[in-house]
């Protein structure tokens, strides 16, 4: 009879022994007894019944998808080549489990699909312009279509936008053309500054007497400090008369 005991002892212990299933803070257990949803297992150790109950360990932490390299042609019928991200969490173990398959696998298929669709409704621009706007639209839609699995979509981001080889060779013909018309219109802005300096500095000149001949005679100096210019003069009788004007200033 003690080793019956015994036996019987050892048995119980493996049989529990075998039955601890362990749920980690991060995951949450959705138990099934013969078939049914009875109910979800909070982290710690928790007993499953052989044969008769199933646990199925869903991680709930923030998860990324990496939507993969995506065709689509924009309202202006422009192919480009577009991939994403999609950060999510499931907020209920029982639905991700019940209602779909596989979520992970589902949400990546819908997330293709939606963002095929988003971009089909914009032009390219657009595109370009509101990535991020676009990338809400398209967390908005995957979202809620989500939210019967039992999942929570934190954020969609559009990684990159590669547009075709020949569109991007136009678009820096463009770009180079832009930069040309600016450099022309800043130089023609400088000539027109300068030409109304000059303008205002010969009415200047015109409304003091003798000042167009001293500024030709600083002129006069500024070349004859250099030795090696040669030049040759024909100095107006006004030019003299300024002269005498300034010496006899001077005696004074």
Known sequence: MEGLALYIAVFVV?????SIREIKQYERGVKLTLGK????AQPGWR?????????????????AVDVPDQEAITADNISVTINAVIYYKVADAGRAVLEVENFYYAISQLAQTTMRNAV????LDDLLRNREKIAAGIKIVVDKA?????IDVESVELKDIVLPADLKRTMAKVAEAERERKAVIINSEGEV???ENLAQAARTLAAAPGALHLRTLTSINDISSDQSNTTVWMVPIEALRALEGIAEHMKK
Do not use: C, H, Y
Not at 37 to 40: E, L, Q, R, V
Not at 146 to 150: E, M, P, V
């Open 37 to 40: 949803f009875t109910g979800i």
């Open 47 to 63: 007993l499953v019944i052989p044969v008769f109950q199933k646990m199925i360990k869903v991680d709930i932490r923030v998860k």
């Open 193 to 195: 500054a300068a030409s």
């Open 146 to 150: 989500t939210d019967q699995w039992g």
């Open 14 to 18: 493996v049989i529990v022994l075998i």
């Open 120 to 123: 089909g409704e914009v032009s």
